[in-house]
């Protein structure tokens, strides 16, 4: 069973903060990894997409890929409360593009 | 709009009726998925399918439930004899053609059942 797990929170910070969402998943074939962010009663929005490890830069947005202990993270910077919604971890195993595996999403707030 | 285009944006619907639901690709996209949210909980993945062809179906249930990616017009998710526990935001995504591209969400449809 391909899982990927996430912290449901909820993620408190303040204005200005960092906040540090995590994920980790269980098939070591998994290839691609996203972020998704998703506010309530809406749809799913594209954040992030890291395929190699390391870290990967965009805005006040940073991802950080570990295959090896097979751990996702993303890192947003000076957090605004626009940014107050749930994160949602996913991941492709399949490099054809297949199904995307969700984690249940983490629900940050973040108070001004 | 070039964005994935989804409708209903809301089905009411009784038991044992028909539910039908919609969704446009974005321009220059050729695969679709469709997946399924219950209330608190994750997304979880239905079908895929690129145009006139299912290629996994596998988050499917066997019954009831069916799927389509016509030559033309859109595709279609399709329930029949629907029940309170098909109540669920169903959103489909799609990709381009080639690589491992990420999947791009429509707004969903919110499907109530009476």
């Known amino acids: 069973q391909k899982e990927v797990e996430q912290n449901s929170g909820p993620l408190s910070v303040p204005e200005g903060a960092i906040a540090s969402l995590n994920c980790t998943y269980s098939?070591?074939?998994?290839?691609?990894f996203f972020w998704y962010r998703q506010y309530s009663g809406k749809s799913p929005e594209l954040i992030m997409s890291?395929?190699?490890?390391g870290d990967k830069e965009d805005g006040r947005f940073t991802a950080q890929l570990n295959k090896a202990s097979q751990y996702v993270s993303l890192l947003i910077r000076d957090s605004q409360p626009s940014d107050s919604a749930t994160y949602l971890c996913?991941?492709?195993?399949?490099?054809?593009?297949?199904?995307?595996?969700f984690g249940k999403g983490t629900t940050l707030s973040v108070s001004s | 709009n070039a964005g994935v285009m989804q409708n209903p944006r809301h089905l009411v619907r009784r038991r044992g009726q028909e539910a039908r639901l919609r969704c446009s690709p974005m321009?220059?996209?050729?695969?679709v998925y469709w997946y399924r949210q219950l209330p608190e909980e994750g997304l979880k993945f239905m079908v895929y399918?690129?145009?006139?062809?299912?290629?996994?179906e596998s988050g499917m249930p066997k019954e009831r439930f069916s799927a389509e990616f016509p030559k033309e017009g859109p595709s279609i998710l399709r329930i029949q004899q629907v029940v309170r526990g098909d109540s669920a935001a169903y959103f489909c995504?799609?990709?381009?053609?080639?690589?491992?591209?990420?999947?791009?969400f429509g707004d969903g449809t919110r499907l109530s059942i009476l």
């Open positions: 996913a991941v492709n195993i399949d490099q054809a593009g297949t199904a995307l595996i």
């Open positions: 321009k220059g996209h050729s695969h």
């Open positions: 098939d070591r074939v998994s290839q691609s």
């Open positions: 890291i395929y190699s490890n």
């Open positions: 995504a799609s990709s381009p053609m080639k690589g491992n591209q990420p999947q791009h």
């Open positions: 399918l690129q145009k006139e062809n299912i290629i996994d």
